[in-house]
C-alpha cells in the first residue's frame, strides 16, 4: 500500500540530453520544449549519463558550556556536472578542454588544438531529461576535471571525461536553476 504523502511519478529516472552554450546566450524559461537560441548545442551520446553534485562545506561554532555547536556556518560550495562524453569529435574535445581551435583542411578531417593556459572559456550548460519532465540550467561553468582518454582493444569505446565546476555568475543569479513539474509536491518546509 503506498504511503499517502508519497508521489510515486515524483521519483525520477533515466538518462538525459546535455547541451552547452556560450556564456550570455539567453536561458530556457519553461520545464521543456526547444531551447530558446540556436547557440544551445547538444553534446551527443554519454557512457553513463550524468551526476550532479551539490558539495557545502560548514564550521561549527562551539562554546564550553554545550556538547553541540551553538552554530554552523556554511563556509563553501562547490557545484559539479560529471559525464563522459562518448562521441569522440573536435566539437566535445573543444567543451572538455574549455576551448581551443577547430580548423577544417579540404583533405576530409578535422584538427583540434587546445587553448592556451589562462584563455579558458565559460560555458552555460543544460541537462533536459529524456521524457522532458525535468530541466536543470547551470549558468557558468568550467571543466576541471581530469582528461584521461582511454584508449583499449574490443569494444572499449574512448571517452571524454568532463566535471563542470560552477562559478558565481557574473549578473550574481544563482549557480543552477531546476524545472520539475508542477504535479509533484513542491511545499518547502522551510
Not at 539567453?26 to 547538444?42: D, Q, V
Not at 562547490?78 to 563522459?84: G, I, L, P, Q
Not at 582518454?149 to 566535471?163: E, F, H, Q, S, T
Amino acid at each position: 500500500m503506498p504511503l499517502a504523502t508519497a508521489t510515486p511519478a515524483a521519483v525520477q529516472v533515466g538518462p538525459g540530453i546535455l547541451y552547452v552554450a556560450p556564456i550570455g546566450t539567453t536561458e530556457p524559461t519553461t520545464l521543456s520544449g526547444t531551447l530558446p537560441s540556436a547557440n544551445w548545442i547538444g553534446l551527443g551520446y554519454t557512457d553513463q549519463g550524468s551526476e550532479f553534485s551539490f558539495a557545502r562545506t560548514s564550521e561549527n561554532i562551539e562554546v564550553a558550556e554545550e556538547l553541540s555547536p551553538v552554530r554552523i556556518i556554511v563556509t563553501g560550495e562547490v557545484d559539479t556536472v560529471t559525464f563522459a562524453l562518448a562521441e569522440m569529435t573536435a566539437r566535445n574535445l573543444a567543451v572538455a578542454f574549455n576551448g581551443g581551435t577547430i580548423s577544417s583542411p579540404t583533405s576530409g578531417y578535422v584538427t583540434f588544438e587546445p587553448p592556451s593556459l589562462g584563455a579558458e572559456e565559460r560555458l552555460m550548460l543544460v541537462w533536459q531529461s529524456a521524457a522532458n519532465d525535468e530541466r536543470w540550467l547551470f549558468r557558468r561553468v568550467l571543466q576541471t576535471g581530469t582528461l584521461a582518454i582511454p584508449r583499449r582493444k574490443g569494444n572499449a569505446k574512448a571517452i571524454i571525461p568532463c566535471v563542470f565546476t560552477c562559478e558565481i555568475p557574473t549578473d550574481n543569479s544563482t549557480n543552477f536553476k531546476a524545472w520539475l513539474p508542477a504535479s509533484f509536491p513542491s511545499t518547502d518546509p522551510h
